[in-house]
């Protein structure tokens, strides 16, 4: 019983957590890009007026059950791919559930969430939510292409498929697998960049010409969830990154600066391009992403 | 003893000159009586080819010259289970044809029945006969009923096939005359089983002459490929029974001569490789062009040379196994094809071109005897469980017993064929939607009875073939067994 | 009376009185049907134990029927599948033509599949494999659509499949002696490399005819899509099954026993991983719904036969237990898309949409096959996905599981699109009078979607069985003390464990579930598809905006050099080829009796001059 | 230019002699008067023969005074860079003429504009009643008859602007006591 | 700021500062004024800064903005748009065309006075208002959100009939959807 409580308070610690940091992030990104831009930016605390305002809208629309669920559809997703990533290593306060469940596990419940609100998407009969919808599920045949190669690379190399035992593979050897394997962390980050749907690949939301796509009949509570299981969700892609690549964490200081660095690449990449064609996106990941991904497969075989 | 193989020709030959005379005090005789001949012979032939199993050939030997001087004739089990068959179909056909046309006049009729009743002796003569000479007769008995059968509707078609017919079949009595001219100026004998023994004083040139004329004789007749110009021409002018009778009954006959004369009367190894080649380019060329055709009996018509094609094949292995399937294709083939011929016949009836298309939709109104079509249809291209698995299975057996690989790939794709055109007139007759100016003409009781009767053997045949298989294995041992034909037929008294 | 041969003259019986009853009385008849289905059904599970069998012969034939743990899984599917497609069909046949040959060709159906799983031995496995092929061809063009194409192309497919395995069959009687399925599987490993090698292929192709793999797919497509929807379920879900049956045991017992046999796996492997991605990309495609689902079951069965192929444990398994939540969840919605026909007149997605609040409970049944179908937790698909993934990591397939993966991965493109193209999307005022299907079409498919359910979090409920029957192939498990009722893992060690996962979310979903809809829970209010903002423009009635056409149109941009070619073309240009041909043999026939004559003076004159070579 | 020009008319007026010609600009435009009978035939002329392919504009004046409205079409050849302006004249009570949008497909949208703003009927113009006006119940807009103040004051809310018409720069100094900077100066009033 | 303490709860203090800090704006281009939206939110003035930000679809908006004049006809769909905006919503009027028709006051299509359709909160006036204009007004617009004043949802929730009426007085062909309130 107690471990049972232990267990969901460590889930909720993690969860607030996660929040938290991909709540800054997000506002980090605003003000990145508006330095960038020349401009001051909003305060990096900006997201969470912008959750707080949506949670504090009086009214709310929906179009039926689907999109009623749609936000918990993704929040299901999130906060089950947070629990299968191990947070911190060796740290009692986040292990959660990430012995039960492994890599595959793990791709295929991050989909989930998707197309739970793809669902939600569908039912508003907004087509440029439809639009949207294809525009995502297309977008993810192509990265997934590079991002399993690099996993198929890391798992046949490592003989596992669980996270825990390649964040002790570096652990043991003192080696990043972003050193080891050099081209499997390329293909992976070169997937990251559509995992993030920034720019060039934001073709979902797609602003000024979808109309936000997906979400653009979700206002008030239902984008407040949304949000929120986005900036988890974001959270789990960087922590995950972390340990597959540079070694876990053992602390939140050095995660916190490990996941800032890896998130800057997509945010950085995303301010120097503009906004690809779906078929483009495909493309550009079935090219070189892909190509890396073929010499992390060939190098995992060949140089074990 | 019931009875003797000789009235198997008396009979029915006494019988059609007498028709005419019957006819004379009562006209409805003439339809009448040879029914009740054929059903007379069909008792005979069960009941003496049950005493054929049990005690061994008879050998009929008539006007009391002993062979191999006099003429013979030999009920053993092989040609016993064929003239059954043949009577079988016969009285089958009769009963059908019976009130075929309406309102058909007397004259058609007499000469209808009179023809049938020759084509009928003919063919049981052929088959149970010992002298080649004797065979030559039957032969020609069978073909001038087969010419005036096919020319029965007196149109410019039906002439122009007959005609044909008459062409190629007096080619074919020409070189069977040859043939036989050979074999007695060479052994100074007709009688097949005293040539079976003298055959090797025979100088090979000559042998492999009077083969060649044999088989070009006969294989007009048993339509082998090169041969067989007349077949679709006379199966698709002449009435739908006829096509029946030709399918079941003459082919059946001429077959049987060409594989008496090969097995029985030479000993040449190369002639059963012979036949495997000729069979195999029979069957192909013949039910490829089956799936080009327009019309329905003529595509029937191909299929039968094609089924023909198989069965030399099957007889061209030279094993027991071969035969038996052989045998089992050949009383497959009767049924079937006669049910596809009697049931086509009236799903077409009021046709005049007789085109496939002419028969889309008659499932609406014909569903009992499109039923069968598709029975028959689904029959003959070997599907289980009717009755053309078991046989198709016994042929590709035999012929994978032999290590014949090829020929297994080749009969199973030529099956594939088969199967198109069959199902593209069973699904023509069930989900197109009628032709406006096709009336649906429904079958008359006997035929229905008959047809029925076919679709049952077929399901029986199908679903427990050991109803007939014992049966065949009895035939082809007897046809394998050379030195026994020869023995039974020499010593007989 | 043994109670095998019961069981068929119960079917047989049950089907020829249901094809006659039709006459007397309509609900005499549906009463019988369904008897004829569920009291077989009930008899093989009650009656019948394993190894019971019933041996006569047939024109000196040895049949022997009997049955074995591997029949009895597949029985499950037969059996299971077919009794709850056979009380749909009762609702959905209601009112239509031709009843008796529905149920009749209905009862043979599952009656010769049935026969299929309890021979063992090859002729009457032969026979079985043709009443199947015939009764669901007369099923394929029971609507009397499109016969001489569709139907025609199903069964010369079939036929070449059949005459493949006949082949094969004859070779190995002639090799030896013996139909029995047992003699072949022992006399095997001693045969000639030649027969070692031509049998497994026969057998294979003939299977994989069934089971649409790639090259011999076409007939799929169209014939799926043809049958009445309560026998597609059957088709697609079942009947299919039987050349992923008959893959297995070539593979376990045949393939695995040869060194040769490495060159098979590997090869049908890639053609199954080929078959899932030309699958799914086809289906994408398409914008008929019982198309959709056709070529998606041509591509999952890519999934079981690579898993079959590829023959390790982990792999065997991962493949049936795909086979069958593929026949729970392809069933299931085929059903949907039955119901959805019913009640609309149409599947086409680019004429229905917004069912979803008019059918409430088909929509939960496709929403849960179609989670099953993409293979994500916590349903069974994503059982069947994890351990054919994890065998084939660990199995060194590795090109093949990126194949593989983005085969699934675009699977969720037709997924989204069968769901929003029926549920979601605009609700058209031109579907306002639907209603939900009758509830006998409903329960049955609703019951199919909860074991769905089942299946995904306790899968060892079905992994014993397959672990008994690949034991009876006689194949040694080394997972068998491992397997707990909710744990799956790999090759390496590696587990998932499904019963917490679940728990997590359905308490996750359920709390945020209860945050939405208790958070202003007063001031939350629906309003219809109409109102969306539409940039203030006011839908008029009869304005579309339902978003149906093209609906992926830059994912086929993207991927348009592989769709360019068809191999359906390719069949087609053949057949053409070969009929130009037989219109070339048929002029040999030229109906002139003088060539005629010719021709038998040739062939005279060429057999005077060759006939020594040739007779001798 | 000039003998261009003249040539053009010269070339006009052998086939319609009921045209009047203004042929008073120095540039490359001269203008056309003709009946609304002749309208079709000689845009059709200018086309087809003349090579004046383009139509520049389409406008419609409202001669109230003298009862009439006045169609002007501006067409312009490419090959000679010469500018036509082709008035026509139709009685204002009765505006009635034949569709002209065989000969330019564009015409479509400039009749259309014209039977809503100035219902002008267009016999055999095949298109929906409603254009730019939705729910339009006023007389035609563009006449001049048309009173839109009179109008709008009827229809619309009316909020007075400022009587004082002070300037707003001052304005604002006066409430808030900042200086108006010296360059701002020059552009207020 | 917080004029009157005792009347608000605390939680409406937050809300408040939240709706205050976070406003996103449909920029809903009715007229010219509309080019003067992408100078305030880019470099030179940044309104992000303020929190202010564009939001694509009326139910993500907070702020509607009435850039300009609008005609009946665009009226219809500015009426839509605004009832399609959830709780609590703002209208921003933007230059003179909005408060008294400016240089269309005669114009026989233009609505004048845009309080009298919708509750207007800010009225930015101008012809046009000058980014700096634009922002002051965003300032405004705060304060009185801050203050809880920026209630024109309820206004117009409560005085549906009298704004209906005068709605359909220059819309007469009434085909909008009748939205359950």
Known sequence: MESVLYNILGAVATFLLAFVVGMIYGGLNRKITARVQNRKGPPFYQNFIDAMKLASKRSAIHHGIMQHFGPAFIMVSSVMSLMVVPVLTHNQWFPNLNFHGDLIFLLYIMVFGPLGMALGAGQTGNPNSAIGVTRGLSLMTGFEIPWVMALVALMIQYHTTSIVDLMNVQIQSGTWLMFSSPFAFIAAVMAMLGMFRYSPFDIVGAPAELASGPISENGGKYLFVMMSAGSVFAFVKLTLYVDLFMGGADNLVILLVKTFVLYLIPVLYSLTTVRYRTEHAIRWFWGWPSFFGLLAILQAVFFK | ?493 | MNPVLNIFILFLGGAILTYFAGRINKVLQSLLFLASVLVPAFLFYTQLSIGQSATFSVDGITLNWSLNYFGWLFSLIVLGLGAMAAIYAVSYMKGKQRLGTFYFNFILSIMSMTGILLSQDLISFFIFWEIMTWSSYLMTIYNGNKVQSIGIKYFVFSAIGAYAMLMAIVMVHSITGSFLIKDLINAYPTMQLGMQIWIPVLLLTGFAVKAAMMPLHVWAPGAYSNSPMAYTSVFSGALSKMGVYGMTIVFVTLINKIPQGIWFREVIAWMGGITAVIGTLWAIKQDDAKKLLAYSSVAQLGYIITGIAIGTELALLAGLFLAVMHALFKGTLFMVVGAVEKQTGTTNFTEVSGLIRKMPWTFFAALLSIIALAGIPPLGGFVGKWMLYESLITSNHYLLVIVIFFSSTAAFLYCYKFLFGFFLGQEEKEWSHVKEAPAAMVVPMVILSLLMFVLGTFPGILLSPINNGLQALGYTDSYKNLWETSVILNGWGNHVVLQPILYYIIAIFLFFVVFLTLKGYKNTRYVTTKDISSSGEIPKEDENLTFSENFYQPFFRAVEPVMRRQIDKFYKNLGEGLEALFEFMRRIYTGNGQTYAIYVIAFVVIMLLFGNYLLK | MKELKEQLINRIKAHFPDITVENNFNYNRFDVSINKESIHSILFYLKDVMGFKHLSDTNCVDWLEEGEFEIVFIVWSPAEKIKIFVRTRIDRNNPVLETLDMIWPQLHTYEREFREMFGIQFTGLEAPDEFILEDWQGPPPYRRDFDTAAFAAETFFERPGREDAEDVREAITKLTGEEIPEFAKKYSR | ?181
């Not at chain 2, 019976?98 to 309102?103: H, I, S």
């Not at chain 5, 205050?20 to 309104?47: F, K, N």
């Not at chain 5, 801050?146 to 819309?171: H, V």
């Open chain 5, 1 to 181: 700021m917080i004029n009157d303490k005792n009347s608000q709860k605390i939680v409406d203090i937050i809300q408040n500062w939240a709706r205050q800090h976070s406003i996103w704006v449909l920029a809903y281009g009715t007229g010219c004024g509309a080019i003067e939206l992408p100078p305030t939110m880019t470099s030179r003035y940044d309104a992000e800064r303020l929190g202010v930000r564009g939001a694509a679809t009326p139910r993500q908006a907070d702020v509607l903005l009435i850039t300009g004049y609008l005609t009946t006809k665009t009226l219809k769909r500015v009426i839509r748009v605004y009832e399609q905006m959830q709780d609590p919503k703002y209208v921003v009027g933007f230059g003179s065309c909005t408060i008294n028709g400016g240089m269309y006051y005669d114009s026989y299509n233009t609505i004048k006075v845009l309080d009298k359709y919708l509750p207007v909160d800010v009225y930015i006036n101008g012809c046009m208002p000058r980014p700096e204009a634009v922002l002051s007004g965003f300032a405004k617009l705060q304060e009185r959100i801050a203050e809880g004043r920026a209630e024109g949802a309820k206004k117009y929730k409560e005085n549906l009939e009298w704004y209906r009426a005068n709605q359909k007085k220059i819309i007469p062909n009434w085909v909008m959807p009748d939205y359950n309130w």
């Open chain 2, 1 to 493: 003893m019931v009875g003797s193989p000789v009235l198997f020709i008396a009979i029915p030959l006494l019988a059609a000159f007498l028709i005419p005379l019957l006819g004379m005090i009562w006209k409805e005789s003439v339809r009448i009586v040879p029914g009740l001949v054929l059903a007379y012979l069909l008792v005979l032939s069960v009941s003496l080819l049950q005493h054929v199993l049990a005690f061994g050939p008879i050998i009929e030997i008539i006007a009391g010259w002993k062979p191999p001087i006099g003429i013979n004739l030999v009920f053993s089990p092989f040609s016993g289970f064929l003239v059954t068959l043949m009577l079988f179909l016969g009285l089958l056909v009769w009963a059908y044809s019976y009130r075929f046309k309406r309102n058909v006049e007397y004259e058609p009729a007499l000469k209808y029945f009179l023809m049938l009743m020759m084509l009928i002796t003919g063919s049981v003569g052929m088959t149970l006969t010992g002298d080649i000479f004797n065979m030559f007769v039957f032969i020609e008995i069978t073909s001038i009923s087969a010419y005036g059968l096919t020319s029965y509707y007196k149109e410019r078609n039906s002439a122009e096939a007959s005609f044909k017919y008459i062409l190629l079949g007096s080619l074919a009595s020409t070189f069977l005359l040859l043939a036989i001219m050979i074999i007695y100026s060479q052994l100074g004998t007709l009688n097949m089983a005293d040539i079976a023994t003298k055959m090797h004083l025979m100088k090979p040139g000559y042998k492999v002459a009077s083969l060649i004329f044999f088989i070009t004789a006969l294989g007009i007749e048993a339509e082998i490929f090169p041969l067989n110009g007349w077949a679709p021409d006379a199966y698709a002018e002449a009435p739908g029974p006829v096509g029946a009778a030709f399918a079941g009954i003459v082919v059946k006959a001429a077959v049987y001569a060409v594989i008496r004369v090969i097995y029985t009367l030479f000993d040449l190894p190369g002639a059963y490789q012979f036949l495997i080649v000729i069979g195999i380019i029979t069957m192909v060329i013949a039910e490829t062009a089956a799936i080009r055709q327009e019309k329905l009996k003529r595509m029937l018509a191909y299929s039968s040379i094609g089924q023909m094609g198989l069965v030399l094949i099957a007889f061209g292995f030279g094993t027991k196994e071969g035969i038996y399937a052989a045998l089992f294709i050949m009383f497959n083939h009767a049924i079937i094809k006669s049910l596809l011929f009697f049931s086509g016949s009236y799903l077409a009836y009021n046709s005049t071109e007789k085109n496939i298309a002419d028969v889309s939709g008659m499932a609406k109104h014909l569903p009992l005897t499109s039923l069968l079509f598709a029975l028959g249809a689904f029959a003959i291209i070997g599907l289980p469980p009717f009755a053309g698995f078991w046989s198709k299975l016994a042929v590709l057996t035999a012929a994978a017993d032999s290590s014949l690989w090829l020929i297994i790939a080749l009969v199973l794709a030529v099956s594939v064929v088969e199967l198109v055109y069959y199902l593209r007139v069973v699904n023509r007759v069930y989900f197109f939607k009628k032709e406006e100016d096709m009336e649906p003409q429904k079958p008359t009781v006997n035929a229905m009875i008959v047809m029925l009767i076919l679709g049952a053997i077929i399901l029986l045949v199908g679903f427990y073939p050991d109803s007939v298989t014992g049966l065949l294995h009895k035939a082809s041992s007897d046809l394998m067994d050379k030195s026994q034909y020869i023995q039974h037929v020499l010593s007989a008294r």
